[in-house]
Each structure stands twice: as C-alpha cells, then as structure tokens.
C-alpha cells in the first residue's frame, strides 16, 4: 500500500495526543537501520517531528535521520505505552513516509509549531524557534494493539 495514505481514527489520535515520546526509525542503506527518540505532535492525518534547540554534535541537516529520510523517506514512528498493570499497555506502530518540510510551506509549518508548542512547555520560541525544521511523516499503514 506504498503512497496510499491510511486515515488514523479518532480513538488513536486522542492517545496519540496524550503520548509524549515516540521513537523514530529511519534506514541508510549502508549502516541499516537507525532509531531515535523524538517529540512528535499530530494534525489532522499528519505528524510532525521538529529538530529543536537542545544540543546536538551536528547541525541539523547534518544529523543521521535527516540524511537518511532524504535519501530514503520510508519510515517508521512506534508510539507505545509501558505499565506494571501489563492490561494497561498499548502501542501504534505507524510506517509511512516523510520528508522535510521545506521552508515555504509557511501555514503548514506554523500549524505544526502550534501543536508542537501546545503540547510541550518545554518548546519554548527559543527551544523550538518559528524556522526550525519540521520532519512531517504520512501515515500508510498502522499497526495497534492493546488499550487503545
């Protein structure tokens, strides 16, 4: 189902919004796959990830997961949530493809940023400035189990 993109339904987004990590898995060709924690905010059908402030070793472009979604945009987001209480648990794995959001998409990328905001304190305007790049990743296929 490559390109087709899956409608997420209400119930997944509210636990989607409550959700405050997912783990971000991109792949090089050379060195396979690559995972990392991110922050991540939907709207609508779309979620975003940002490359905020807090200190990196590379500058942005230069980071692994943006190289790599530029060389190959299929991803994978896993979203999930881990208790004692094991009836509790629950995760979304949702593969799809993503990009860069370039600079021009103005009213999309101020969409993003307020969700973003909105949803952590800690994105600040200088945590999180108006210009930061924006990862957006389009659902093709979700995966779910548990108390969703």
């Known amino acids: 189902m490559v390109g087709a993109h899956q409608v997420l339904p209400d119930a997944l987004l509210e636990r989607l919004e409550q959700a405050r990590v997912a783990r971000l898995a991109t792949f090089d060709v050379d060195a396979g796959p690559h995972l990392v924690p991110v922050c991540f905010a ?34 994978a987001l896993l979203i999930d949530h881990f208790e004692e209480d094991w009836s509790r648990l629950w995760y979304v794995l949702i593969r799809g493809t993503a990009q860069l959001l370039p600079p021009s998409a103005h009213e999309e990328r101020g969409r993003a940023i307020r969700r973003l905001r909105a949803k952590y304190l800690q994105y600040t305007p200088e945590m999180l400035p108006d210009d930061a790049p924006l990862i957006r990743i389009r659902p093709e296929r979700v995966t779910s189990w548990g108390k969703i």
């Open 42 to 75: 939907s709207e609508g059908q779309v979620l975003y990830t940002a490359l905020d402030q807090k200190a990196k070793r590379v500058p942005p472009e230069r980071l692994v997961r943006v190289r790599n979604i530029c060389a190959e945009p299929r991803v």
